[in-house]
């Protein structure tokens, strides 16, 4: 049985785009029943600057609050140099240090050219390297940009060379405001492992426009291993209009575990963390399996 990685996100880019902020004691417990439902790795904080992304200012509480670690990788996302010495000071297995496909988004995101990103990128993980902290770069907005509209193939492979140099051990391709369809994650797939070999490749989709899952039956088609997805489908950029959330973790689960994939994931230990999460944040969540429930009863 072929084994698929699933990266939860929902603690991070979930929670980032939620007008209800959860507590820290309420993201502990999240984490920590994710965790407990077999996710191995969990996007838990983000180091971004607290007035921009206010859900997640207590980045250092919530991993000061963690209970000892129990073989789960915690991941941090870290936007520049100064995220990284948050991250630092902090008991984060790995950070993920996004840099987006465009320069207005870019800016927008990160406040800075692409080309300082990237170089700043590079300082985090030779940093990081010293202390036994994993890097993953992602670039974002692969397949599309609010401000700029298409993104030139040529282009974002050109953008992962230069991730793919700085010595990340892992490059994340993000569709961050849900426009990719099964087709042309084939062709960004192909165009990008042409050029980076062997370095392990990740996938993060939105499914705003209802091709999240889709896509990832076009990425693992192709060879990819490792895939985001947020608990109940929660999230979205909160500096790109109308992107709304992520796959549902519980969503993508169900499908793999019928393809016959193994994830290591409980499937309903994490139907009860969704519901519990639905009920935090006072809302339905997106999740078609939470409504229809898994199958066969």
């Known amino acids: 049985m072929e084994t698929l990685q699933v990266v939860e996100v929902g603690p991070r880019d979930g929670l980032q785009n939620e007008a209800v902020e959860l507590s820290t004691n309420d993201k502990v417990t999240l984490i920590t029943r994710l965790v407990d439902a077999g996710l191995s ?18 980045a250092e509480d919530v991993m000061a609050a963690m209970p000892s670690p129990s073989g789960a990788r915690l991941i941090g996302l870290v936007m520049n140099w100064k995220g990284w010495q948050r991250a ?46 994993a890097v993953t770069g992602t670039v974002s907005a692969a397949w599309g940009c609010p401000f700029e509209g298409e ?45 980076v070999g062997e370095l392990p490749l990740r996938v993060h989709f939105h499914d705003t426009r209802n091709t999240g899952l889709a896509n990832v039956y076009s990425a693992v088609q192709n060879g990819v291993t490792i895939i985001d997805a947020a608990v109940g489908g929660i999230g979205g950029c909160p500096f790109a ?12 689960v169900f499908m793999l575990h019928r393809a016959g994939f193994d994830t290591g994931i409980d499937l ?29 009863t």
């Open 41 to 58: 790795r969990t996007e838990a904080v983000s180091f971004a600057h607290p007035k921009r992304v206010p859900q997640m200012a207590d």
């Open 88 to 133: 630092a000071a902090t008991e984060v297995t790995e950070v993920n240090v996004p840099v987006f496909a465009t320069e207005t988004f870019n800016e927008r995101n990160q406040g800075a050219p692409i080309a300082e990103t990237v170089a700043q990128m590079a300082d985090v993980v030779t940093a990081a390297g010293e202390r036994g902290v």
């Open 151 to 195: 993104v030139p193939i040529a282009k974002v492979v050109e953008l992962t060379q230069a991730v793919a140099a700085t010595g990340v051990g892992e490059l994340a391709l993000a569709d961050t405001i849900g426009v990719a369809d099964p087709w042309s994650v084939e062709r960004l797939l192909g165009a990008v492992i042409s050029v």
């Open 241 to 252: 209009p109308a992107a709304t959330g992520n796959i549902a973790t519980e969503d993508l």
């Open 268 to 296: 309903a230990a994490l139907l009860r963390v969704s519901a519990w999460l639905e009920m935090k944040l006072g809302h339905p969540v997106a999740s078609m399996l939470l409504k229809a429930g898994a199958w066969p």
